[in-house]
């Protein structure tokens, strides 16, 4: 769950981004795993998905390889885009700013610390799941 005011927004990264709407200091908490807020969806389910859910999923949610369950905000953090330098780090169930953090600054994590399963650096392959 975000615990900062936030909006969405055209993004030169991609697409749409999501944008923080108040100043943060370094260090500050910005999203929080809420298990009453926020959905865990155990990989075994997967395949009984849609192909639209299923990709939303892949691309939006975080994986945990060890528990085997994908993590899936339920508000504008599925907008979160990546970046090599990103203004955003992750302890597992807190992201906190990795510095200070302007208002309008789009923010952003390193896809491959969130572990997003379709993230690919540019060039490699996305990993297609066909359907069922």
Request: one cysteine or more.
């Amino acid at each position: 769950m975000l615990l900062v005011k936030h909006f969405v927004s055209t993004s030169s990264i991609h697409n749409l981004g999501l944008f923080i709407g108040e100043a943060v200091i370094k260090d500050c908490p910005i999203w929080r795993f809420e298990p009453e807020y926020d959905v865990e969806i155990p990989e075994t389910i997967l395949d009984e998905f849609d192909d639209t859910l299923r990709h939303l999923v892949l691309d939006c949610a975080e994986y945990f390889s060890d528990r085997r369950i994908y993590r899936l905000g339920n508000d504008a953090d599925i907008f979160m885009n990546h970046s090599e330098t990103p203004n955003l780090i992750d302890l597992g169930d807190v992201m906190i700013a990795a510095r200070d953090i302007a208002v309008g600054e789009e923010l952003t994590c390193d896809y491959r610390k969130v572990h997003v399963a379709n993230y690919r650096p540019p060039g490699e392959r996305v990993l297609e799941i066909p359907p069922p």
